[in-house]
């Protein structure tokens, strides 16, 4: 079938409206009339050629909710009717230790992008900034009935980006977490760790976001052009999850850990990240990394989501101001997620 989307032509052109193919729905398929997917900062890098080249025509969109369509014959988990989500990934080869582990963001064998990526028949994948999408079910997850559609979208991406660190490395009760950066990804940082019993510090540049930051879950909230502010809090965090996509220094930041702490970057800015190994030696302490999560922890962080009342801050735009979008994002002119109204397409 033949659907209307919005696509990125070349490497920095502004998105226009298109028409793309999907595939038919085969027996473990799902056909899903999109209703909101969200504007994440991967799809601004992918569209800019941050990241490398990219199979142009790109359609971005990976945090998509709508409701299911039409199944294949041998779907059982969902049926039409049912408000789903598909997250970063639609496929990955489901058998090496990874994707047994359920970790199939890892994938030795390359997990499938939900778009720019090569799906398994060879074809290029193309995102939810479109009408509808057919994904493969095992990739497809279920949208508790007490979310918001809209709010739930970024939870397929920005969402799982930090509850899969934030479960990973035991925030909880007890446990002084800091959210370096107040955006898309922070902002659900701080809702997550706060709903885990965590004591939540948010670490932002200026304070102009603090009223905000102590809404959404904060105990406490420093600027990190305070050069005071690390003197103040060295020593101070069991983890902090970095969130922005721009440099830091990484050694001020790992001074901030305690004994045994851990900092997580989850943001992924272009340019490399460098630090004196004597930041981790001196407190034993770790510096890691993280990509999305499994299947399986994507579907327990919505039911987590549902049970707390956790959605995203968004704004919802029309498709038609999907290029403004893109420049406010990059302005930090959004609290804290665009979402596109995908009936607006139609």
Known sequence: MRVTAYAAPAAGQPLAPTTIERRDVGPNDVLIAIEFAGVCHSDIHTVNGDWGPQPFPVVPGHEIVGVVAEVGSDVTEHQVGDRVGVGCMVNSCGECA????????????????????????????????????????????????????????????????????????????????????????????????AAMGAEVTVLSQ???????????????????????????????????????????????????????????????????????????????????????????????????????????EIEVIAADRINDAYERVLASDVRYRFVIDTATLR
């Open 98 to 193: 990874n994707c047994r582990n359920g970790d199939e963001q890892y994938c030795l064998n390359g997990m499938v992008g939900t778009y720019a990526g090569t799906d398994r028949d060879g074809s290029t994948t193309q995102g939810g900034y479109s009408t509808h999408v057919v994904v493969d079910a095992d990739y497809v997850l279920s949208v508790p009935a007490g979310l918001d559609p809209a709010a739930a979208a970024p939870l397929l991406c920005a969402g799982i980006t930090t509850y899969s660190p934030l479960r990973r490395w035991g925030a909880g009760p007890g446990k002084r977490v800091a959210v370096v950066g107040l955006g898309g990804l922070g902002h659900m940082a701080v809702k997550l760790a």
């Open 206 to 312: 200026s304070l102009k976001k603090q009223e905000d930051g102590l809404r959404l879950g904060a105990t406490h909230y420093h600027a990190t052009s305070d050069p005071d502010t690390f003197t103040q809090l060295a020593g101070r965090f069991d983890l902090i999850v970095n969130t922005v996509s721009a440099p830091i220094d990484v050694d001020a930041y790992l001074s901030l850990l305690a004994v045994d702490g851990t900092l997580v970057n989850v943001g992924a800015p272009a340019e490399p990240l460098s630090l004196n190994v004597m930041s981790l030696i001196g407190g034993r302490r770790s510096y890691a990394g993280s990509m999305i999560g499994g299947i399986a922890q994507t579907q327990e962080m919505l039911d987590f989501c549902a049970e707390h009342g956790i959605g995203a």
